[in-house]
């Protein structure tokens, strides 16, 4: 087919699909087809939350499901004990499903290893005891920068086996960005890949780690996994340095977790905000187990003696923490986990590995879905999809069209479509269809999940009821909820709870429509998602003007075809410095060194002035306008109104 062919069945596809209706036969064996669930779970929060903290295993019951007298700081089943990696591992091998697979994992190359949740346990162990060899204890920070392998999932599980606070950064970050988050958390010790495959090509993560920590004296240890062949340029000299080989492989294959408390603190994860520096969004143990499993149960429908489960997320983001990790393996499934690329060697690697795991539900984002669009039908097509029941979207809001797609050419037709939001911050999956219920609606994420109660407020805080639109907030504590960010109460309290008092504020636009679906607009603070990953333009704006040339910066999220949104950068020039493209593309670079690929803006323009209020603070939705081509806003703020007609020229003349 064409392009223009295959647009055009597309729009026939969207004509056609105005909603799904989950087939009967998947409503017969969904974990839940029982619409009474929403209210049930609405009538007792408390008690539906309870219900599933009791399908984990617990080493001391709690006293108290909830204690939230000291609002916005949560306590859930307080005086429980458990340990994480016990629910994950050690039960299942205690249930006799020692030898079901837990990974499928799938090298970049086209390496294979199976693991079973025996053998995980049996790592996972291992990676425990070598990191008590090395000092770690409970409590300890453990920063973790490794590509997509089992030791990455070995290496989370592990801290979580000791008590060891991890926090995973993803591997696609710099080296600036790894030692703001390994600073910030005082981390005692980072484990590590030497090197990973990306598109053919050998990322050499060691030279990274090894840039960050040379400022990062808390660390007194690296240890570092070699990812084999001798691909990664490992060997420094620095005495910090020691081996996976040496410190881990050695070590006896069973270990004692140590007894959590439902609150003690499970792992630390670093999110943009609307400043430069990034969150530590902190999540503790018992309801972030109990959030982890529900969701997964529920929202995935998981059966783990048959299914095979594919989340495609990077462990380094939240989505893997919670539906790689912990939802999954709590639950024992079987899953894929894949190093690389979704177009390496070729365009259709992921239906590949579908078709040869026989995966049963899919887990992606709507910018991976946009992307698989514009490389053509002809490559789901030349694959058996057929073992698939369940498709899962998450990151950003879907456009109708990507998600007829997905359901047509990658669902065929007749697997429900899950658009799940939720934030780092949530834990876990707040709104989102279930599957043998809800009658989906194309772009469209539905209604809070059993127990979540989602609310639109208007400016001033008035409830918008029935249709409309407003700011979205959840106004009931959750089990899964975050904590706080570490080191820094008050900003916890006056990013998430000072908008509305007592109410957590997310940060994003919603409308609800007439039949009550929930359709989020996505953020309204200085916050942009860029293939469906948070950036901050003020961390953005920083790192460009940390640039010798450049004098002041405003940076916007301007749409794009692909990801959603797309970093575009303004910039006054200190003098002495020449404008041009040669510049602009140095400055983009500079940005992506900084902080990671990512962030990279799409365009750097040039510009003498940027639009401000008398009060000096950029106007940011006037670039916007002028970004988008859209006829000027509001200006009756602006200091020098004639800045913009400027700005409009420029932008139109494009990257200079
Ligand atoms: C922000 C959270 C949750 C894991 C991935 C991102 C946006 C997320 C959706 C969705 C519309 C979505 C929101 C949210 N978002 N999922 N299904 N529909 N928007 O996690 O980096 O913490 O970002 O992503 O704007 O606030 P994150």
Same mark, same amino acid.
């Given at each position: 087919?064409?392009?223009?062919?295959?647009?055009?069945?597309?729009?026939?596809?969207?004509?056609?699909?105005?909603?799904?209706?989950?087939?009967?036969?998947?409503?017969?064996?969904?974990?839940?087809?029982?619409?009474?669930?929403?209210?049930?779970?609405?009538?007792?929060?408390?008690?539906?939350?309870?219900?599933?903290?009791?399908?984990?295993?617990?080493?001391?019951?709690?006293?108290?499901?909830l204690d939230w007298s000291n609002a916005p700081y949560a306590k859930w089943?307080?005086?429980?004990?458990?340990?994480?990696?016990?629910?994950?591992?050690?039960?299942?091998?205690?249930?006799?499903?020692?030898?079901?697979?837990?990974?499928?994992?799938?090298?970049?190359?086209? *390496? $294979?290893?199976?693991?079973?949740?025996? %053998?995980? @346990?049996? +790592? /996972?162990?291992?990676?425990?005891?070598?990191?008590?060899?090395?000092?770690?204890?409970?409590?300890?920070r453990?920063a973790?920068?490794?590509?997509?392998?089992?030791?990455?999932?070995?290496?989370?599980?592990?801290?979580?086996?000791?008590?060891?606070i991890f926090s995973v950064v993803f591997?696609?970050f710099?080296?600036t960005s790894l030692?703001d988050r390994v600073q910030d958390q005082e981390?005692?010790?980072?484990?590590?890949?030497?090197?990973?495959?990306?598109?053919?090509?050998?990322?050499?993560?060691?030279?990274?780690?090894?840039?960050?920590?040379?400022?990062?004296?808390?660390?007194?240890?690296?240890?570092?996994?070699?990812?084999?062949?001798?691909?990664?340029?490992?060997?420094?000299?620095?005495?910090?340095?020691?081996?996976?080989? *040496? $410190?881990?492989?050695?070590?006896?294959? %069973?270990? @004692?977790? +140590? /007894?959590?408390?439902?609150e003690?603190i499970l792992f630390i994860l670093y999110t943009s905000g609307t400043t430069g520096k990034p969150k530590g969004i902190v999540h503790t143990?018992?309801g972030y187990?109990?959030g982890?499993?529900?969701?997964?149960?529920?929202?995935?429908?998981?059966?783990?003696?048959?299914?095979?489960?594919?989340?495609?997320?990077?462990?380094g983001w939240i989505t893997?923490h919670t539906?790689?990790?912990?939802?999954?393996?709590?639950?024992?499934?079987?899953?894929?986990?894949?190093?690389?690329?979704?177009?390496?060697?070729?365009?259709?690697?992921?239906?590949?590995?579908?078709?040869?795991?026989?995966?049963?539900?899919?887990?992606?984002?709507?910018?991976?879905?946009?992307?698989?669009?514009?490389?053509?039908?002809?490559?789901?097509?030349?694959?058996?999809?057929?073992?698939?029941?369940? @498709?899962?979207?998450v990151g950003e809001p879907?456009?109708?069209?990507?998600?007829?797609?997905?359901?047509?050419?990658?669902?065929?037709?007749?697997?429900?479509?899950?658009?799940t939001w939720w934030q780092t911050e949530t834990g876990g999956i707040m709104i989102?269809?279930?599957?043998?219920?809800?009658?989906?609606?194309?772009?469209?994420a539905?209604?809070p999940f059993?127990?979540i109660s989602a609310r639109l407020l208007d400016e001033e805080g008035n409830e918008i009821?029935?249709?409309?639109g407003g700011y979205l907030v959840l106004d009931r504590p959750w089990p899964a909820m975050l904590r706080g960010i570490w080191g820094d109460n008050a900003r916890f309290e006056e990013a998430y709870w000072s908008r509305y008092p007592g109410i957590y504020f997310p940060g994003d636009g919603a409308?609800?429509?007439?039949?009550?679906?929930l359709?989020i607009l996505g953020r309204v603070d200085d916050v942009m998602n860029v293939?469906g990953h948070r950036l901050s333009t003020m961390e953005i704006e920083s790192a460009?003007v940390?640039?010798?040339?450049?004098?002041?910066a405003a940076v916007i999220g301007?749409?794009?075809?692909?990801?959603g949104q797309?970093p575009?950068?303004?910039?006054?020039?200190?003098?002495?410095?020449?404008?041009?493209?040669?510049?602009?593309?140095?400055?983009?670079?500079?940005?992506?060194?900084l902080i990671g690929?990512l962030a990279?803006?799409?365009?750097?323009?040039?510009?003498?002035?940027?639009?401000?209020t008398?009060s000096g603070k950029i106007m940011r939705r006037?670039?916007r306008?002028?970004?988008?081509?859209?006829?000027?806003?509001?200006?009756?703020?602006?200091?020098?109104?004639?800045?913009?007609?400027?700005?409009?020229?420029?932008?139109?003349?494009?990257?200079?």
């Amino acid at each position: 087919m064409t392009e223009t062919q295959q647009s055009t069945a597309l729009d026939t596809l969207l004509e056609e699909t105005r909603s799904f209706t989950p087939p009967r036969e998947f409503v017969a064996q969904a974990n839940v087809n029982d619409p009474e669930v929403y209210a049930r779970a609405d009538a007792d929060f408390e008690s539906w939350w309870e219900g599933w903290a009791k399908k984990l295993n617990w080493d001391q019951p709690w006293t108290k499901v909830l204690d939230w007298s000291n609002a916005p700081y949560a306590k859930w089943f307080e005086g429980g004990k458990m340990n994480a990696s016990v629910q994950c591992l050690d039960r299942h091998v205690a249930d006799g499903n020692g030898t079901r697979v837990a990974f499928h994992w799938e090298g970049e190359s086209g *390496d $294979v290893r199976t693991l079973t949740y025996a %053998d995980m @346990l049996a +790592e /996972v162990s291992k990676v425990a005891n070598g990191l008590r060899s090395l000092g770690i204890q409970k409590g300890d920070r453990v920063a973790i920068y490794m590509p997509m392998v089992p030791e990455l999932a070995m290496t989370v599980l592990a801290c979580a086996r000791i008590g060891a606070i991890f926090s995973v950064v993803f591997a696609g970050f710099s080296s600036t960005s790894l030692k703001d988050r390994v600073q910030d958390q005082e981390a005692k010790a980072v484990v590590c890949a030497d090197a990973c495959w990306r598109r053919g090509k050998v990322l050499d993560l060691k030279v990274v780690v090894d840039e960050a920590v040379a400022d990062c004296p808390s660390v007194e240890n690296v240890l570092i996994w070699k990812r084999g062949d001798g691909i990664g340029t490992a060997a420094t000299g620095d005495p910090r340095d020691v081996y996976w080989d *040496d $410190v881990v492989v050695p070590q006896p294959t %069973d270990c @004692l977790p +140590e /007894v959590m408390d439902a609150e003690d603190i499970l792992f630390i994860l670093y999110t943009s905000g609307t400043t430069g520096k990034p969150k530590g969004i902190v999540h503790t143990t018992g309801g972030y187990m109990t959030g982890a499993y529900a969701t997964t149960n529920l929202v995935f429908d998981l059966k783990p003696e048959k299914d095979v489960y594919w989340c495609t997320a990077d462990i380094g983001w939240i989505t893997g923490h919670t539906y790689i990790v912990f939802g999954p393996m709590a639950n024992g499934v079987s899953q894929v986990l894949y190093e690389g690329a979704p177009d390496f060697p070729q365009q259709d690697r992921f239906w590949a590995l579908i078709e040869k795991y026989q995966v049963s539900v899919f887990y992606t984002a709507p910018t991976a879905i946009r992307a698989f669009m514009k490389w053509g039908d002809q490559h789901p097509a030349a694959h058996d999809l057929s073992s698939l029941r369940l @498709l899962g979207s998450v990151g950003e809001p879907i456009n109708p069209e990507a998600w007829v797609w997905y359901l047509h050419h990658i669902g065929g037709g007749k697997c429900p479509i899950v658009d799940t939001w939720w934030q780092t911050e949530t834990g876990g999956i707040m709104i989102t269809p279930l599957p043998g219920i809800t009658t989906t609606v194309p772009g469209s994420a539905t209604t809070p999940f059993p127990g979540i109660s989602a609310r639109l407020l208007d400016e001033e805080g008035n409830e918008i009821k029935g249709a409309g639109g407003g700011y979205l907030v959840l106004d009931r504590p959750w089990p899964a909820m975050l904590r706080g960010i570490w080191g820094d109460n008050a900003r916890f309290e006056e990013a998430y709870w000072s908008r509305y008092p007592g109410i957590y504020f997310p940060g994003d636009g919603a409308k609800r429509d007439e039949q009550g679906f929930l359709w989020i607009l996505g953020r309204v603070d200085d916050v942009m998602n860029v293939s469906g990953h948070r950036l901050s333009t003020m961390e953005i704006e920083s790192a460009l003007v940390s640039h010798e040339a450049v004098a002041e910066a405003a940076v916007i999220g301007v749409p794009h075809e692909l990801k959603g949104q797309a970093p575009v950068g303004f910039v006054i020039l200190r003098s002495g410095f020449e404008a041009g493209p040669e510049l602009a593309d140095e400055l983009r670079k500079h940005v992506g060194t900084l902080i990671g690929g990512l962030a990279r803006p799409e365009q750097v323009h040039f510009t003498p002035e940027l639009p401000k209020t008398r009060s000096g603070k950029i106007m940011r939705r006037l670039l916007r306008d002028v970004a988008e081509g859209k006829a000027i806003g509001d200006t009756t703020t602006l200091a020098d109104p004639g800045v913009l007609a400027g700005l409009q020229a420029d932008y139109e003349k494009g990257d200079s």
